[in-house]
């Protein structure tokens, strides 16, 4: 059997000019589904992943606001919690389009982890801009406090940057693969996967980017 492998972009889930309400991620994921599910009448497994930047900025920007009430996340987290609710989103906007359409399909959204080496040298020139933007006042007290490194964005403030490791392996591809065995459509590795470190010897690595990353012992 023929196999695509499709990807939603976290800018087509919330879009540009959006507030990103619930409805409005389901409304756009909706326009995905019946292209999806061609794909699955003319007998392709399919698997999906997405991307999740949007809703890890959102993310930071709540912990922000309400860092006075309860703990921010770190980034690590942030790529769970967004993986867990984008595989929702899809999950159900697919099922309910393929109900509509009469076709039966089974769907298992998985929290997926990639691993990445704690020697990358994206830990040493983090790129990424992620979260909210602050003065430059701002952004010298979380460079003191909490160790982000922060630079300025277009001239529209200062944001923080994370690296972007090189993906080396998806630790629950074993899982990926026997649920599409099953003849499940798999969505899998939501932002690329919650970046982890295993090895030992880069735990020391890891300790110096925890913001920025997890590990699996």
């Known amino acids: 059997m023929k196999t695509a492998v499709i990807a ?9 000019g959006q507030k990103g309400t619930i409805e409005e991620q389901f409304e756009n994921v909706s326009k995905s589904c019946d292209h999806i599910i061609d794909l699955l009448e003319e007998g392709y497994n399919v698997a999906l992943t997405h991307g999740n930047g949007p809703h890890v900025g959102n993310s930071l920007i709540k912990g922000e606001a309400g860092k006075y009430l309860v703990p921010a996340y770190p980034m690590d987290a942030c790529g769970a919690e967004t993986q867990g609710l984008l595989g929702y989103v899809i999950k159900q906007s ?17 929290v997926t982890q990639v691993e990445v080496y704690g020697t990358d040298p994206a830990f040493q020139n983090p790129t990424k801009p992620v979260g909210p933007f602050f003065t430059k006042e701002e952004a010298d007290v979380l460079m003191a406090e909490k160790g982000y490194v922060m630079k300025e964005d277009s001239g529209r403030g200062h944001r923080r940057v994370v690296a972007s490791p090189k993906p080396q392996e998806i630790i629950e591809k074993e899982a ?23 090895d030992v010897e880069d735990l020391y690595s890891l300790a110096l980017n925890r913001r920025s990353t997890s590990f699996q012992e």
């Open 8 to 16: 939603i972009g976290g800018n087509a889930i919330i879009m540009e």
């Open 94 to 110: 697919l099922m309910n389009r393929m109900k509509e359409r009469g076709l039966t399909k089974k769907i298992a959204s998985l």
């Open 176 to 198: 990926v693969k026997a649920l599409a065995g099953l003849g499940y459509l798999v969505i899998a590795a939501g932002g690329g996967g919650i970046p982890v470190i295993k």
